[in-house]
């Protein structure tokens, strides 16, 4: 795990990047609550060796504010055929839902 300046704060981006055999990579990105994207973390993501952009890749479940980030730095930067959709997220604390199941 990486950090952008190095330091894990209240701060910090979290990328996770699964590799496929059928869809090369698909990218989650968690943002801090209060996430602003600056162009030194526009840069970063340009820059970056994790994101293999030159391959087949998905971004799921993007925090509003990143998403044209990345659509962006894909399309323009990148000079990459990108499709945008909608994206749901689902979310879902197990221990609460586990309260109200019937195990049987």
Known sequence: MY????DFTSDAWFVVVQEFTEFDQTISIS???SVTVTEH???????T????????????????????MIAEISAFVKGIPTLVNPDFEYYCVPVEAGLNMEIR
């Not at 950090?3 to 190095?6: F, P, T």
């Not at 973390?41 to 820059?47: C, E, G, H, K, L």
């Not at 994790?50 to 993007?62: G, Y």
């Open 41 to 47: 973390v526009r840069q970063a993501f340009i820059d």
């Open 31 to 33: 943002a801090p609550p």
């Open 49 to 68: 060796q994790i994101i293999k952009w030159v391959k087949p890749f998905k971004f799921s479940a993007l925090d509003r504010a990143v998403s044209p």
């Open 3 to 6: 950090a952008l300046d190095g």
